[in-house]
């Protein structure tokens, strides 16, 4: 089993910064690949950025440019740092974590919020 536990979030004006972080305990061997969705209200749960083991990273189209995920192995912990945010940024944004044969992770969410 993996536990994600993130931190950050908030309240942010449009184009400014905001950083998240999301630190995994337990079987920490068996991750492959973590990262974040992100949900608003009244739409589906969609792909914001992944990293892989090996430090492979991809994006959402919407996010490229504007945002950045990185990882600590040291600390098995991975960030986002979000820049130039928007109003339609605004959501819920969850961490997950992908092992090999075992569905993926979730942590609880940590809600951003931009206002215009």
């Not at 928007?86 to 969850?94: C, F, G, I, N, V």
């Amino acid at each position: 089993q993996v536990q994600l536990a993130e931190s950050g979030g908030g309240l942010v004006q449009s184009g400014g910064s905001l950083s998240l972080s999301c630190a995994a305990s337990g079987s920490i061997s068996t991750i492959d690949a973590m990262g974040w969705y992100r949900q608003a209200p009244g739409k589906q749960r969609e792909l914001v950025a992944t990293i892989d083991k090996l430090g492979g990273t991809n994006y959402a189209n919407s996010v490229k440019g504007r945002f950045t995920i990185s990882g600590d192995n040291a600390k098995n912990t991975v960030y986002l740092e979000m820049n130039s945010l928007k109003s339609e940024d605004t959501a819920l944004y969850y961490c997950f974590a992908g092992a090999f044969g075992h569905n993926p992770y979730w942590g609880r969410g940590t809600q951003v919020t931009v206002s215009s």
